[in-house]
């Protein structure tokens, strides 16, 4: 029995293999330089498949675009300067967050903004109509024709 | 009053969010304005594509307006506008440059030899780190560069009869005046 589980193990261990050979290999052996990479990969966007950061694209600038990452990080260059090179070439664009600048204030602060009309005109008309639930009080005049109708006189109008 | 702003601001809301997307449908989302319009163009050398043992040195353009234009034997657009560069050619107006853009020699020669030869001189990017460096994400690119070397103007995709007509041809002439 135990033999056929092994069997079973080494048979599936060997059938998986190709299908593991399709997985992105990490090219860079040092786990920290690997993971500072697709940190800033992901920073930046692909511009044949505009919604895809260039980690995710598997497009040929997206590769040349990882590769002149991978070359620039091992010339030494900070992450500031890395983003600086793309955005000297791609504009803002390559940025996959948007930097806040005069331009881009109204994508920034817009949502909070829409927000913020909506629960004024929110909170109008629910006081508005916590008014006009609210009964007014009796004036005078009411109140000493009701004692009338009550007191059995009849409506004297 | 009250009722009237009450109906007012949705509309006015509405319109104004209507004309955004009315101008958002002439809009091409893959149109990025290039932050390197009115900056220098890259300084590079390259193997010539006719003759991969000599050198193009965008030095060699000094003092005189050019055309750049990006293209690649696979790219299916390049085929839509090189009869445009031909024309253009033709006029012997501005010289045009070729980038070969990651292609192989032997294909970008076959191109040229079935589709004709507008180009002063094409030179090869094969692995694409140029184009990087000219901001390049979408083969057909055009540039047009000044005679001190600064980049004027960039067409993005192929080039349009209108964008050749209205733009890329009173651009060379007028900087060729200066």
Known sequence: MRGLLIACGVAFAVLAMPAAADEAVPTLNDPVVAKREVELAKQLRCLVCQNETIADSRAGLAVDLRNKLREQMAAGKSDAEIIAFMTERYGDFVLYRPPLKATTVLLWVGPFLLLAIGLLIGWRVVRARAKAARPEPLSAADRERAERLLSGEGDAR | ?178
């Open chain 2, 1 to 178: 009053m009250k009722r009237v702003v009450f109906f007012l601001v949705p509309l006015v809301f509405f319109l104004v969010l209507a004309a955004f997307l009315f101008r958002g449908l002439w809009l091409n989302p893959r149109e990025v304005p290039s932050p390197l319009i009115g900056k220098p163009a890259p300084v590079f050398e390259k193997a010539k594509l006719a003759q991969p043992s000599e050198m193009f040195s965008s030095n060699d353009m000094a003092g005189q307006v050019w055309i750049l234009n990006v293209w690649a034997s696979w790219c299916t657009p390049c085929r839509v506008e090189h009869p445009l560069m031909n024309e253009l050619a033709a006029k012997k107006l501005v010289p045009i440059i070729g980038m070969n853009y990651k292609d192989t020699p032997e294909a970008g020669r076959k191109w040229l030899a079935e589709l004709g030869d507008p180009y002063t001189t094409t030179f090869i990017d094969y692995d694409g780190k140029l184009g990087i460096d000219f901001g390049v994400y979408g083969v057909p690119e055009t540039f047009v560069i000044d005679k001190q070397g600064v980049i004027r103007y960039k067409h993005i995709g192929p080039v349009t009869p209108e964008a050749m007509a209205k733009k890329i041809v009173p651009l060379v002439q007028e900087l060729q005046k200066s």
